[in-house]
């Protein structure tokens, strides 16, 4: 069975827990991820969007074949904001996306003491990043559309290209997270079994397709 991820707007103060959008909760020694890149001749790291946090703690009660984390705290960024309605400098199309365009990252523990939130801000010190939202995780069908974790790849495409690969995060355009990508296409994250079964989370592979 895979997982699925209802966003929903909350007043509750989500700090440390399972959020979508907002700013990242994260350990002082975690860096915020960037891409390099280069516009109008000027190279520049370029800060990824956060797209959501994951409490495991959340997901421990439907993830019965112990595939992911059942406690600490699961990062996903990715330069996605071209799918959000913004300009950017990095634009990623069809296909496997070029290494740091997705990162997904890991904190072993959660310490509501040493969590900091890491806000991004423009020149005015005005917050950058979209409202957040409060994940619901409930059981889906390994196929089920919308956003998942787990379950089957989404394309005959990249299970010929990928067969060693399983499917860890399935990122469909969604009305209430105001993505929109284009022709119905999903960003599917990807790891193989063995790097899943040890946290090599930077073998991660973004698909788009």
């Given at each position: 069975?895979?997982i699925k991820?209802t966003?929903?707007?909350?007043?509750?103060?989500?700090?440390c827990?399972s959020?979508w959008w907002?700013?990242?909760?994260?350990?002082e020694?975690?860096?915020y991820?960037t891409?390099?890149?280069?516009?109008?001749?000027e190279?520049f790291d370029?800060p990824?969007?956060f797209?959501?946090?994951i409490?495991?703690e959340?997901?421990?009660p439907f993830d019965?074949?112990g595939?992911?984390?059942?406690e600490?705290?699961?990062?996903f960024f990715?330069?996605i904001?071209?799918?959000l309605?913004?300009?950017?400098?990095t634009?990623?199309?069809?296909?496997e996306?070029?290494?740091?365009?997705?990162?997904?990252?890991?904190?072993?523990?959660?310490n509501f003491?040493?969590?900091?939130t890491?806000m991004?801000v423009?020149d005015?010190d005005?917050?950058?990043?979209?409202?957040?939202l409060?994940?619901?995780?409930?059981e889906?069908?390994?196929e089920a559309d919308?956003i998942?974790l787990l379950?089957?790849?989404p394309?005959?495409?990249i299970k010929r290209g990928?067969?060693d690969?399983?499917?860890?995060l399935?990122?469909?355009?969604d009305?209430a997270a105001?993505?929109?990508?284009?022709e119905?296409m999903t960003?599917t994250l990807m790891?193989?079994?063995?790097?899943l079964?040890?946290?090599?989370?930077?073998?991660?592979k973004?698909?788009?397709?």
């Open positions: 069975m895979a991820l966003l929903n707007k909350t007043e509750r103060i989500l700090f827990g959020k907002g700013d990242p909760d994260m350990p020694n975690m860096q991820p891409v390099e890149v280069t516009e109008d001749g190279t370029y990824l969007t797209i959501c946090q409490n495991c959340d997901i421990a019965r074949e595939k992911l984390p059942h600490g705290m699961l990062y990715g330069a904001d071209e799918w309605g913004y300009d950017s400098p634009t990623q199309g069809k296909g996306w070029p290494k740091g365009h997705f990162v997904v990252k890991y904190a072993k523990t959660i003491e040493t969590f900091q890491c991004l423009d005015e005005q917050q950058l990043t979209e409202n957040e409060e994940i619901t995780f409930s889906c069908e390994d919308g998942r379950g089957s790849m394309d005959d495409d990928y067969p690969f399983c499917n860890i399935r990122l469909a355009g009305a105001g993505i929109e990508f284009p119905g960003l790891m193989k079994e063995s790097d079964k040890f946290g090599n989370w930077k073998k991660t973004a698909y788009l397709g």
